[in-house]
């Protein structure tokens, strides 16, 4: 049966838009040109990335939803949305490819009054430029005249339930004010607010500027946690007191480093260097050695050498209770501590193996066994299973890099 809708591009950020238009009643196809989250999703199976829970596939398949690597259903829908990952390249900026390659695909079998709207983090020009040629060329139509064409920033955060897409306000930029208004009928159809930028690169630059937000922020409290320890103040203390501000004050916190999709983006072709965003990148990505560091510190003011310790990592995820280990700093704590010759282990209920180097990291099944037996337990990342009191009574060391511990329970970052 023909779709509606296609989302292309069945990540972290096609997936949950994919789920509200379902639920809102909206004919759906999800194209990928991986044949493995089809193959996933068809069997009902749940992304480990943690989009979308299990019983969520069921109900989108139920009411209609399909999976497909087939691009000729690009070509039976009103409206599609590119969500196609747009990963760092090696020039430090956004790599464009799977974006590039879904426009040509969608460009080949686009049909006058469709609606085209990407989604993806895209550098400010993106769609206007770019995009539009690839689906003018490959179609032979003119955007903002034969089709609709419009920028909207994805907003969501994995393993969070609200406040949902449909509780998310959404900002749309649009070639035309008429590309906007059409772009805007179809979001309404399941989000409550919609935003309208002035136009694609406002939008496109809303993205850049919540991305780079996060990671300033972050990078902020990760010098502070330095600082702090220095200093000899409890800076989780800190962060609660601080918190208590009405105004002017959002609290971040610390961690063994930034994990996630959304990459901070320093540079914008031949533009000037956003320069905060470069120095709040040089800090976050200073933090695994830094955790490293106190690790070895820990195990020397015991009398104990980082050769040859035993070393267990607790949560490997960049993100609690979910098994995606996109951009987690734990695969260099772990090389950075072989490197000094310790015996590296991990547990983490999520992730059932894990190599680095290529090669595998031990498991520890018993979580009380292993960190009794270790010369340092680490905690990287808090899943909620973890009785971390119990588990401060149990290590020998325990460093928690995320102030998740009682006070005074553990050496905390």
């Given at each position: 049966?023909?779709?509606d809708?296609?989302?292309?591009?069945?990540?972290?950020?096609?997936?949950?838009?994919?789920?509200?238009?379902?639920?809102?009643?909206?004919?759906?196809?999800?194209?990928?040109?991986?044949?493995?989250?089809?193959?996933?999703?068809?069997?009902?199976?749940?992304?480990?990335?943690?989009?979308?829970?299990?019983?969520?596939?069921?109900?989108?398949?139920?009411?209609?939803?399909?999976?497909?690597?087939?691009?000729?259903?690009?070509?039976?829908?009103?409206?599609?949305?590119?969500?196609?990952?747009?990963p760092?390249?090696?020039d430090?900026?956004l790599?464009?490819?799977a974006?590039?390659?879904?426009?040509?695909?969608?460009?080949?079998?686009?049909?006058p009054?469709?609606?085209?709207?990407?989604?993806?983090?895209?550098?400010p020009?993106?769609?206007?430029?770019?995009?539009?040629?690839?689906?003018?060329?490959?179609?032979?139509?003119?955007?903002?005249?034969?089709?609709?064409?419009?920028?909207s920033?994805?907003?969501?955060?994995?393993?969070?339930?609200?406040?949902?897409?449909?509780?998310?306000?959404?900002?749309?930029?649009?070639?035309?004010?008429?590309?906007?208004?059409?772009?805007?009928?179809?979001?309404?159809?399941f989000?409550?607010?919609?935003?309208r930028?002035?136009?694609?690169?406002?939008?496109?630059?809303?993205?850049?500027?919540?991305?780079?937000?996060?990671?300033?922020?972050?990078?902020?409290?990760?010098?502070?946690?330095?600082?702090?320890?220095?200093?000899?103040?409890?800076?989780w203390?800190?962060?609660?007191?601080?918190?208590?501000?009405?105004f002017?004050?959002?609290?971040?916190?610390?961690?063994?480093?930034?994990?996630?999709?959304?990459?901070?983006?320093?540079?914008?072709?031949?533009?000037?260097?956003?320069?905060?965003?470069?120095?709040?990148?040089?800090?976050?990505?200073?933090?695994?050695?830094?955790?490293?560091?106190?690790?070895?510190?820990?195990?020397?003011?015991?009398?104990?050498?980082?050769?040859?310790?035993?070393?267990l990592?607790?949560?490997?995820?960049?993100?609690?209770?979910?098994?995606?280990?996109?951009?987690?700093?734990?695969?260099?704590?772990?090389?950075?501590?072989?490197?000094?010759?310790?015996?590296?282990?991990f547990?983490?209920?999520?992730?059932?193996?894990?190599?680095?180097?290529?090669?595998?990291?031990p498991?520890?099944?018993?979580?009380?066994?292993?960190?009794?037996?270790?010369?340092?337990?680490?905690?990287?990342?808090?899943?909620?299973?973890?009785?971390?009191?119990?588990?401060?009574?149990?290590?020998?060391?325990?460093?928690?890099?995320?102030?998740?511990t009682?006070?005074?329970?553990?050496?905390?970052?």
């Amino acid at each position: 049966m023909p779709a509606d809708l296609a989302v292309i591009g069945l990540g972290h950020h096609g997936l949950p838009l994919a789920q509200a238009a379902t639920a809102a009643g909206i004919a759906t196809v999800g194209f990928d040109t991986d044949p493995r989250p089809v193959a996933e999703l068809t069997a009902g199976r749940p992304p480990v990335d943690g989009s979308l829970t299990a019983s969520e596939i069921r109900r989108m398949l139920s009411g209609g939803f399909r999976a497909t690597t087939d691009p000729a259903e690009l070509g039976r829908v009103r409206t599609a949305v590119l969500c196609a990952p747009t990963p760092p390249g090696p020039d430090g900026g956004l790599d464009l490819t799977a974006v590039t390659d879904a426009a040509r695909a969608l460009a080949a079998r686009l049909r006058p009054h469709t609606t085209v709207v990407l989604e993806s983090p895209a550098p400010p020009g993106t769609t206007e430029g770019p995009l539009r040629e690839l689906l003018e060329e490959g179609s032979g139509l003119r955007a903002g005249r034969d089709f609709h064409l419009a920028y909207s920033p994805g907003r969501v955060d994995p393993g969070t339930r609200l406040p949902g897409l449909a509780g998310t306000p959404k900002v749309i930029g649009g070639l035309t004010s008429a590309c906007t208004e059409s772009a805007a009928a179809f979001y309404g159809r399941f989000t409550d607010k919609v935003v309208r930028a002035r136009g694609p690169r406002e939008a496109e630059t809303v993205k850049l500027l919540e991305t780079n937000f996060r990671h300033v922020n972050i990078a902020l409290v990760n010098e502070m946690a330095v600082l702090c320890h220095e200093l000899g103040v409890d800076l989780w203390d800190v962060i609660r007191c601080a918190e208590t501000k009405p105004f002017g004050f959002q609290a971040f916190r610390p961690g063994p480093g930034v994990g996630g999709h959304g990459v901070p983006v320093e540079r914008l072709g031949g533009h000037r260097p956003l320069r905060l965003v470069e120095l709040a990148g040089q800090v976050n990505q200073r933090m695994p050695r830094y955790v490293v560091q106190r690790a070895a510190t820990l195990l020397n003011e015991h009398g104990k050498s980082a050769r040859g310790a035993r070393i267990l990592l607790l949560g490997i995820t960049y993100k609690p209770d979910l098994a995606d280990r996109e951009g987690s700093p734990a695969d260099e704590i772990a090389h950075r501590l072989m490197d000094l010759g310790a015996a590296v282990s991990f547990h983490d209920p999520h992730v059932p193996d894990w190599r680095v180097r290529d090669l595998p990291v031990p498991r520890a099944d018993s979580l009380y066994e292993a960190a009794a037996h270790a010369d340092l337990t680490v905690l990287l990342q808090h899943h909620r299973v973890y009785d971390l009191q119990g588990l401060a009574v149990k290590a020998q060391l325990l460093l928690d890099t995320r102030g998740a511990t009682p006070a005074g329970t553990a050496h905390r970052l």
